[in-house]
């Protein structure tokens, strides 16, 4: 999870996150490139009194800076388009999870189990023991089995929400009448926390995720003890 004066991303702990840290430092590096040119022309100009004047109308310098950003796209784009297509891919998902939005809690269902549901409400500031997190800890984490594919379908009953955990790449978003799916992978255990992301009411602030990625093992007996 984040940490104070944190500037970069969270730690990737999904394969999803992890394409899109590479495809953020890679478009990164590009920008840099180009303003760092582009400062170093303008510096130029500033400090220099020659001046070429067959350069002003010249045909190759119109066809280089026509072709080189076309170039520059091409480069950013496609590594773009294939991590889209990588995050909408359903590879056979061995668990499904419906999760709805309320104001102001979210509710879950297994839909692989009979009458695995309950809802998840932040504990508030007064009832949180040491060590627990202020305005992330929930009465009723979502227990997920790690390193296999997980179904997560995302609506809502009221308002717009989005259902968002950074370190797993996700963010999808809860619309009335709409079912929207996403696909969960972590490749270790742990706590990975998130929030609603999208402004839903007085109380938007107060809506977080906690999802508990354990071995198949201990999910199964975590199933069968809510069952």
């Keep these: 999870m984040a940490y104070p004066s944190q500037l970069g991303f969270q730690d990737a702990m999904s394969p999803i996150m992890e394409e ?6 890679h478009t990164l590096m590009i920008v840099f490139l ?18 070429h004047t067959s350069t002003m109308d ?27 297509y990588m995050m909408d ?17 979210w509710s879950y269902e297994y839909t692989d189990y009979d009458e695995l549901c309950f809802d998840s409400y932040m504990i508030p500031t007064s009832d949180l023991k040491p ?8 009465d009723n984490r979502v227990v997920l089995p790690m390193e296999l594919p997980v179904r ?23 619309i009335p009448g709409r079912l929207n799916q996403a696909t969960l992978l972590s490749t270790r255990p742990g706590l990975y926390y998130g929030q609603c992301s999208e402004i839903c009411g007085s109380n938007h602030s107060f809506m977080p995720i906690v999802l508990e990625m ?8 975590w199933s069968e003890s809510m069952i």
């Design 89 to 105: 891919e359903i590879n056979n998902p061995v668990l499904t999870v419906k999760t709805m939005g309320h104001q102001w809690y």
């Design 131 to 138: 060590g627990d997190l202020r305005l992330l800890e929930v």
């Design 214 to 221: 354990v071995p198949l093992k201990d999910f199964e007996t």
């Design 152 to 174: 997560m379908l995302i609506s809502s009953e009221d308002v717009l929400h989005s259902w968002a955990v950074p370190s797993l790449g996700l963010k999808t978003d809860a």
């Design 34 to 51: 180009i303003s760092s040119l582009v400062l170093y022309i303008i510096s130029l100009m500033l400090t220099t009194k020659l001046t």
């Design 58 to 84: 010249a045909q190759e310098v119109e066809t280089i800076w026509t072709i080189l950003p076309a170039i520059i796209l091409i480069l950013i784009a496609l590594p773009s388009l294939r991590i889209l």
């Design 20 to 25: 899109l840290l590479h495809f953020h430092d």
